[in-house]
């Protein structure tokens, strides 16, 4: 019986960059009692929380960190507009490939329409600052 199998998780929705040992590291989410029944705020917190927590990350979030002080010195104003090839970007936050792909593990199809939608983005910039490009949303 794989991993997969053992925490009922879709290996389809796995990444192949994901590290098998980080992978395995992370079941604790997985193994979460009712999680399925959380709203898709809930999953989102839930998940940063246990990236943070985990000492696994320490360096990757060590790097992630230093990466956003260069993005944030790089902006051209205080929301983060980003100058392109003829055009003008805003971007409101960015995280870490293992947290993103925890993302992509845990969250299901609606979960990434809120996401992916301007409130659904504005909420996720707004509640974990250590994500979010510009100084004023």
């Known amino acids: 019986m794989s991993i997969f199998d053992t925490f009922g998780m879709d290996k389809t929705k796995c990444p192949q960059s994901l590290n098998l040992d980080i992978f395995q590291r992370c079941v604790i989410i997985n193994t979460m009692k009712d999680f ?14 246990e990236y ?4 696994a990350f320490k360096e990757e979030r060590r790097e992630f960190d230093e990466f956003m002080k ?13 100058k392109g090839d003829h055009t003008l970007e805003r971007v409101l936050y960015d995280v870490p490939e293992t947290l993103y792909n925890l993302f992509r593990i ?12 301007k409130e659904g983005a504005r909420w996720f910039a707004k509640s974990f600052p250590q ?4 100084s004023k949303l």
């Open 52 to 55: 943070n927590r985990l000492s």
């Open 106 to 117: 845990k969250l299901e199809d609606g979960d990434w329409d809120f996401f992916d939608s």
């Open 70 to 82: 260069l993005k944030r010195k790089n902006q051209i104003n205080e929301f983060s507009m980003i």
């Open 131 to 134: 994500f979010r490009v510009p």
């Open 36 to 49: 399925d029944q959380l709203d898709t705020r809930q999953k989102i917190t839930l998940i940063v929380k």
